[in-house]
């Protein structure tokens, strides 16, 4: 496995393997990785001849009161685990490697950044959609994955590669959860006792919602409320938002129509943790 | 010469093309050709196996009372010129296949856009920077040539390439003159005999400001007011801007050192026809 700092020396070496006509896969990530991340890695590792995997706490999609200083980071355990997922390269740059001194481009995918998340960090997605199309055109992978557990962040992204004509697949792989059902991710490490048993709430309505929908219910306010009343129970929890949206447009929903796909989206804060998660509604669960 | 408006069409032949290793020049236009454009198509067939133009009217450039519907076109007469200079694939996109029914992806140099023809047409630079990066996206040329006339364009055109990792090489070539000095620019098309001699003024200005600047003055803004006198005594002309920037910052000039280079800028119309034109001043010229 090869670790590289340096943009110029990461090209080189992919270009050298891309003469060699060898298949690339890219999974970007902030780090301090999780069963979540090493899914997708695997998954990378197992479709393509060469994996890699950039790891880079990006400062510029965390609004100026988030989490970007206390974000938790551990890099020689994240090689440790890449190492052991047989990842062949590993991009780990420096914030002054990804903006230099006088950084001014960016990327924007208007209408989806501003709803959902968008409305809780303004400018989140345009931080996200700037750092991964330059991830994107330093690696120039075949594909790239990406969690469902940041549903609006993958859908953004597909939207960019679309829309920019960017000549890369994009893949979404299942959320990965603890033994208990809360998400991987993470801020989790943020969560003191109380606050992770308190977590699970999360989960926890998305199991409502699930039995709600499989037992006929197709009013999207009606499971929304329930939802929402259910979270509202845990003294802990604040609820940023929960919404039902359309999988393939991201318009809330209202009924729930036959054969489409629905995605319910949670984001509750846990004492001082924001936490998201989410599920997909359709009629085959 | 093959010409092609899908898309998918062009993709699959260029990635054919590049399977046999062949270098691949660009050279994005907006079509009704002249010789400003076929010494950028000439420049890139004489250094590339592949040379591809695209001919796009790209509305998004055009702000909402610019001339985008009168903008002149000639699609008829642009192929024959291009089959003269034996350029292989011609890109001519419809509004449609560029931007779907749902467009939501902008990029934008946000500094430099707003400068310059950035105060006078606000969107422009937004629509041209997505745009570009959609037909490099598209076409994946190892070069991509842009003239110098439009500096802050191809200025822009360079810092987005540098702030997203874009690996394509920017040429940019000088500006080519009719007989008398008129920059050739396609809205020249719109000038009647009047206008057509007082745009003139430009070029007048510019070497009225080379003359000063051989001779020894190195007062930016004595050059500027020089010029803006000159351009003044001229009825149908009203100045946009002349402007003095440094050639690798685009920042404004006050005092011209020597070894560095600078961009006296002009933006002036004519009647109804906005006309721009450039020069670099250096210590060498």
């Known amino acids: 496995m090869k670790v590289f700092n340096s943009i110029s020396e990461i090209r080189e070496n992919l270009n050298q393997l891309r003469k060699e006509d060898k298949t690339i896969s890219f999974v970007p990530t902030m780090g301090y990785l999780h069963e979540g991340h090493l899914s997708l890695v695997r998954y990378a590792k197992k479709n393509s001849d ?71 960090r303004p400018t989140h997605f345009e931080g996200v959609t700037t750092v991964v199309l330059k991830l994107f055109n330093i690696v120039q992978p075949h594909f790239a994955v990406f969690g469902q557990k940041d549903a609006q962040q993958a859908f953004i992204i597909q939207k960019m590669v679309d829309d920019l004509n960017i000549p890369i697949r994009i893949d979404v792989l299942p959320i990965v959860r603890e033994a208990d059902g809360l998400a991987m991710s993470s801020r989790n490490v943020y969560l003191n006792e109380e606050e992770r048993k308190q977590a699970l709430c999360l989960f926890k309505g998305i199991q409502l919602a699930e039995k709600l929908f499989n037992e006929g219910e197709r009013d999207a306010h009606k499971i929304i409320s329930e939802v929402k009343q259910f979270i509202s129970q845990h003294d802990l929890a604040k609820i940023d938002y929960v919404e039902i949206v359309d999988k393939s447009s991201f318009e809330k929903a209202t009924f729930l129509f036959e054969g489409k796909e629905y995605y319910l989206l949670l984001a509750v804060r846990i004492g001082n943790t924001r936490l998201i998660d989410n599920t997909i509604l359709n009629l085959k669960k």
Do not use: H, W
């Open 50 to 120: 060469v994996c890699v995997v950039s790891i880079f706490v990006n400062p510029m999609q965390f609004g100026p009161n988030e989490d970007f200083n206390k974000y938790p980071r551990d890099e020689k355990r994240d090689l440790q685990l890449l190492q052991q997922e047989n990842c062949d390269l590993v991009f780990i740059p420096s914030a002054n490697e990804m903006y230099g001194s006088d950084y001014q481009t960016f990327v924007k995918v208007k209408k989806y950044s501003e709803i959902l998340e968008g409305e809780f």
